[in-house]
């Protein structure tokens, strides 16, 4: 595995230029083409649009996020980091006419993916909130000075990101996060911590994976815990600043991503160059825009991972009352202040009905009233977070959620 990263990363190195005389190649040829929309320049710019687009970045993409319309006024926004640890930041979105908002602290999955991919999440929320994302750094950038970074710490990320921003929390967690946000707000339960989150959303989660296993799931299981860390986990090459690192490499849980759906993609591919050169721009560009984004990869901690596969996946330590944190057992029927909402999408083939349901009855300590759930029809695993359904659908479910938690 070591030998593989060297490979890949040998191989992103030869042909990153390539991509960038392709990228500068397109943007020539728009500049000489007639305004014959299928001209052959424009044939040629759209063949090397694709060209430049089909390769991954480490670098996280901006967020980009300037202003946001509200009620039919666009309103700035401003973003700034408010705490700036070794593996995460926590960044504040902010409206200039939100003062006094309720504070959300949506959690980003430490997955293949940066948190920008969450940037839709973030603007619908801005509509009503005071806006805070873990902002996950890429861990091949990170030195070994800074240490190791497992599940615990993810948990204590989490615990001390609540505990910055206040008791008036509205905790937010979409798919991997959900398990280490119970787990954190039950910790702060047991130790009857002032600074106990007043909401807790679940989305979209792996809470108890024993119920209607998906592909994921069954790959989790498919082979012992030293398979993934033998043929899984590499070793960041030389010349990178984590070097030296053990990490679940992103290219590798982006290729599995797409080869549970190749010809979707290839059929994305193929319909950006028909959009192009037939001046569809608008839907050219949206396809554009989702891949940049989605081939924008980061790796992930080794420890993180192996643990994450071992208590998450395979023991199912915490819908069976095993989880621990620090030596510590993980109590959920301890949370008794916190708010709870769980969400689920009916066709999501990652985290498949019923299994961030499961927290309902962990939270046993909750009266009913405290607890909610909603399953949205039709909604595939980014549909619960992002596009109309969560626009329109969900978010209102979300919003009436914080606001009788209140």
Same mark, same amino acid.
């Given at each position: ?20 005389? #392709? ?34 970045? !480490? ?51 430490? &997955? ?35 240490? +190791? ?18 008791? %008036? ?10 398990? +280490?946000?119970?787990? #954190? ?79 979707? !993609? ?11 050169? %037939? ?51 993980? %109590? ?13 999408? %009916? ?24 607890? &909610? ?7 595939? !695993? ?13 978010? +209102? ?10």
């Amino acid at each position: 595995m070591a030998k593989m990263y060297r490979y890949y990363q040998s191989y992103a190195d030869l042909t990153d230029p390539v991509r960038m005389l #392709a990228g500068n190649a397109e943007r020539i040829l728009l500049a000489w083409g007639s305004n014959v929309t299928a001209s052959p320049l424009k044939r040629m710019a759209a063949y090397y649009e694709l060209v430049n687009l089909a390769g991954f970045t !480490h670098t996280r993409p901006d967020f980009g996020i300037t202003c946001v319309d509200v009620r039919g006024e666009t309103v700035p926004v401003t973003e700034t980091v408010e705490l700036d640890m070794d593996f995460c930041s926590l960044v504040r979105f902010r409206r200039a006419d939100s003062e006094g908002a309720p504070k959300v602290l949506l959690l980003a999955p430490m &997955s293949g993916h940066f948190a920008t991919l969450l940037r839709g999440t973030i603007k619908t929320l801005l509509k009503d909130y005071d806006v805070y994302i873990s902002d996950w750094k890429n861990v091949r950038d990170i030195p070994l000075s800074a240490g +190791p970074f497992d599940l615990d710490d993810f948990i204590e990320y989490i615990i001390k990101f609540i505990k910055f921003i206040g008791p %008036e929390t509205h905790l937010v967690a979409v798919c991997q996060p959900t398990v +280490p946000a119970l787990a #954190a707000v039950a910790l702060m339960a047991q130790d009857r911590d002032n600074d106990q989150p007043a909401s807790l959303t679940l989305m979209a989660g792996p809470i108890d994976t024993r119920i209607l296993p998906t592909k994921v799931n069954e790959l989790a299981n498919a082979h012992p815990i030293e398979w993934f860390r033998d043929k899984l986990v590499g070793v960041v090459p030389a010349g990178l600043k984590g070097a030296g690192r053990n990490v679940y490499p992103g290219f590798l849980q982006l290729a599995a991503f797409m080869s549970m759906n190749p010809e979707r !993609h290839a059929k994305s591919f193929a319909d950006l160059f028909k959009h192009r050169i %037939e001046g569809e721009f608008e839907k050219a560009d949206a396809i554009r825009d989702f891949y940049k984004e989605y081939f924008a990869i980061m790796d992930l901690s080794g420890e993180f991972y192996l643990q994450t596969i071992k208590s998450v996946f395979q023991d199912c330590d915490l819908p069976l009352g095993k989880m621990m944190y620090r030596g510590r057992l993980i %109590e959920p029927r301890a949370i008794k202040k916190t708010f709870l909402l769980t969400v689920e999408g %009916e066709r999501d083939d990652i985290c498949a009905i019923g299994q961030t349901m499961a927290a309902q009855d962990l939270c046993s300590g909750l009266r009913p009233y405290m607890k &909610s759930h909603h399953m949205e029809p039709g909604a595939g !695993h980014y549909g619960v977070f992002n596009g109309r359904r969560w626009d329109n659908r969900i978010y +209102p479910v979300l919003r009436s959620h914080i606001q009788s938690s209140v």
